[in-house]
């Protein structure tokens, strides 16, 4: 049997489903933290050259915990931020004083902890945030002009209501989100927060709730590695300086942070948009600049059991020296379904012939180039098709798997009304459960697997 592909040699398919699920195409579509990270308007982290951690504590404070924690971070010459709640500001004033008199950083996690949703109406979440911050305030402390939405919970409505008060929303990396409000083990934390650590990382901890007896003690493993490693602890405000400069509001909101530094790659102020395509069949990276090609470098990109992500990107971080096998610099990309970006090697040999776990791997002083010329924000293409190459069967799916390929059954899926959601190239239960009612509507094998049948009858080969 002659299979072809019905789509040519593009990223396109997958640039539909991106630009469906990101909310370009209407207005009721909730927007991805892309969007609110490229303005400025939510903060995750704060890529740096500097070994700078901001360690974040929420649901504060607690008259006992609340002090062990500021204690052990103080005796590392260290800084933390607290969110604080406003009720419980207000039942524990000292504990607040204290804090701030210490140097820490007290920042505003609502006046009682409602959890928003898309129904809560604006002047719900901005008396959340008023209320708290003049509660710290009648209690004498500075309140720093950052706001984290209980649960983490963001909206463009969120968004909007802090910015008229003052507030840009500070949530934190996702690999250091430590769960120890469900006190899931002392080692559990350590191990979250160690074997993350990054620059510019921003770490998700609890000083009030269930797991806070089980943070205390993990910090006494943390602090000491992270110190031995040569991080320093800082607020979000000292982290907040080192945002590289960008035209969104959120450098007027930013305020009190003072003025953003840029990144090397900043020094022509924006003077050229770069743009980068990638492609695998030739092995090159292809840099322009304002349209034009500019730059090309030889590349080494993933092996067909992990392939590189086809699909039109953008850089998101930008990291020195991450990490043992990542060269001397990393340009992460924001794929929805795991870690890929453009790094060096200690291996230069292995250019152009030994495969990488899907990331695009360049010679470190080629990536050293890069890393200088392009701002976060580039828009990064992969081309070829998400399937693989015309030639091979596709691979099959089944709950679990993640790519391209996924992405782009996921597309298929939501445009013919089976999938809600964003096309984030995950197979989830969500996924599945399209997969299922497509096959029952098309009388297929319900198995929510995908196999040759399902792509003929998705249209996606013939
Ligand atoms: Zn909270």
Not at 315 to 342: A, D, E, H, Q
């Amino acid at each position: 049997m002659k299979r072809t592909w019905r789509l040519g040699l593009t990223a396109a398919a997958t640039a539909v489903c991106l630009l469906t699920s990101t909310g370009l195409s209407g207005e009721t579509k909730p927007k991805t933290r892309e969007y609110f990270e490229d303005r400025g308007e939510i903060v995750w982290e704060v890529p740096t050259e500097e070994k700078w951690i901001a360690l974040t504590f929420d649901d504060g404070p607690d008259p006992v915990r609340t002090p062990q924690i500021a204690e052990q971070i103080g005796s590392y010459d260290g800084k933390a931020t607290f969110f604080v709640i406003g009720d419980r500001a207000a039942q524990y004033p000292d504990t607040v004083r204290r804090l701030a008199g210490e140097g820490h950083e007290i920042a505003n996690h609502s006046g009682k902890h409602t959890y928003f949703s898309d129904r809560t109406a604006e002047k719900t979440i901005e008396d959340e945030i008023r209320t708290a911050k003049e509660t710290i305030e009648a209690i004498g402390v500075r309140v720093a002009p950052w706001f984290r939405p209980p649960g983490g919970y963001y909206s463009e409505r969120v968004v909007e209501s802090a910015k008229r008060l003052g507030y840009t929303l500070v949530l934190w990396s996702w690999h250091q989100d430590t769960k120890d409000w469900r006190a899931p083990g002392v080692a559990a934390i350590v191990n979250k927060v160690l074997g993350n650590a990054r620059n510019g990382d921003i770490v998700l901890f609890h000083d009030y709730g269930d797991g806070a007896g089980q943070t205390v003690e993990a910090l006494k493993q943390i602090l000491p590695e992270l110190n031995r490693r040569g991080f320093k602890f800082v607020t979000v405000s000292e982290l907040m300086q080192k945002r590289s400069r960008k035209d969104g509001p959120a450098d007027k909101a930013g305020g009190d942070a003072g003025p953003a530094s840029a990144l090397p790659s900043d020094k022509d102020g924006g003077k050229h948009d770069y743009a980068v395509v990638i492609d695998p069949l030739r092995n090159r990276l292809s840099v322009y600049r304002d349209g034009q090609l500019y730059k090309r470098y030889p590349i080494a990109l993933g092996k067909p059991e992990t392939p590189t992500p086809v699909g039109d990107w953008r850089i998101v971080t930008k990291y020195k020296n991450w990490g043992s096998g990542f060269g001397s610099r990393w340009l992460g990309l924001n794929v929805p379904w795991g870690t890929f970006g453009i790094h060096g090697t200690n291996r230069p040999h292995s250019i152009g012939s030994d495969a990488s776990h899907g990331c695009v791997r360049m010679l470190n002083f080629h990536v050293e180039q890069l890393f200088e010329l392009l701002p976060i924000g580039t828009p990064v293409t992969i081309v070829g098709h998400p399937l693989g190459e015309p030639h091979q069967e596709p691979r099959g799916l089944a709950k679990g798997d993640s790519g391209a390929d996924v992405m782009l059954v996921q597309s298929r899926l939501r445009s013919a009304g089976y999938l809600k959601g964003p096309c984030n190239g995950k197979f989830d239960a969500r996924t599945e459960q399209a997969m299922r009612r497509y096959e029952t509507d098309h009388k297929l094998p319900v198995d929510g697997v995908v196999n040759a049948h399902d792509y003929f009858a998705l249209g996606l080969m013939d």
